[in-house]
């Protein structure tokens, strides 16, 4: 079975202020019956790893570099990362894709390195609302899901997050049973390519704009094994009205 997961993404939100919600967190989930991540800024990776120390929330980064180490002005590496305390990075995040050129091969080489390192590879898939329009949400994701995850991946080391590039940060979620299709497609893909040990144990996380009021809804559905959260995962009260929903699933 795959691991439950809540994971959130900080993106560059945070200072050392922020780490109070750690400390809220903490104390609100002593032993969680799932996984619980967060992924700060990197200024914020070491520092909170350590003030969580053997705690019962894991640590993570939003992006790394396909190289071990060299001349890449601004970058972290994979194992940067784990020398940090991190155990996760996220790689191929819409934001990183648009804002940054991240193609396919980049990001297959980015979730390589990391699982090279010893972290666990987030690979983010998504469609933009012109393809789901255009009714190729499948065959989109289905070329990132073949050009974006490297061939050297177990259940343990990858997780995959369907974030429709349309409903990051707008409020706006598919249906039900766009989660279902997407979600069923993903989980297909990933057993027919890596056979049903490896396929069926990677943790599938939905992403995009959710939040205490949805997130019940979207955990119910069979092959959602938890969420990859923005804007909710800041406050600890948000995050954990997320994290209650999925320990309830
Ligand atoms: P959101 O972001 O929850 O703020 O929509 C999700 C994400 O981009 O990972």
Not at 57 to 65: E, K, S, V
Not at 172 to 178: C, F, H, N, S
Not at 192 to 203: A, C, I
Request: aromatic share 4%; charged share 20%.
């Amino acid at each position: 079975m795959a691991q439950k997961l809540a994971a959130g993404n900080w993106k560059m939100n945070g200072t050392s202020a922020s780490l109070a919600e750690i400390d809220a967190m903490l104390a609100a989930y002593p032993s969680p019956n799932c996984g619980i991540l967060i992924c700060p800024p990197a200024t914020l990776l070491e520092r909170m790893s350590r003030r969580i120390g053997d705690g019962p929330i894991a640590t993570g980064a939003q992006d790394c570099h396909a190289a071990a180490s060299g001349a890449h002005t601004g970058d972290t590496s994979a194992g940067m990362i784990k020398d940090a305390g991190g155990a996760y990075v996220i790689v191929g995040h819409s934001e990183r894709r648009t804002d940054h050129g991240e193609t396919d091969a980049i990001v297959r080489a980015k979730a390589e390195a990391a699982v090279g390192a010893g972290l666990v590879a987030i690979v983010c898939v998504g469609e933009t609302e012109t393809q789901r329009d255009e009714g190729v949400t499948l065959d989109v994701i289905g070329t990132q899901l073949a050009g974006s995850i490297p061939d050297n991946v177990t259940g343990v080391t990858l997780v995959v997050a369907y974030e429709p590039v349309w409903a990051i940060g707008t409020g706006r979620i598919p249906t039900i049973d766009q989660i279902v299709e997407v979600h069923d497609f993903i989980r297909a893909r990933l057993v027919e390519r890596f056979g049903g040990d490896v396929g069926t144990t990677v943790s599938l996380l939905y992403g995009g704009s959710v939040k205490p009021s949805n997130a019940a809804e979207i955990f119910a559905v069979g092959n959602v094994d938890g969420a990859l959260v923005g804007g909710a995962s800041l406050k600890a009260a948000d995050f954990g009205a997320i994290i209650d929903a999925l320990q309830d699933a």
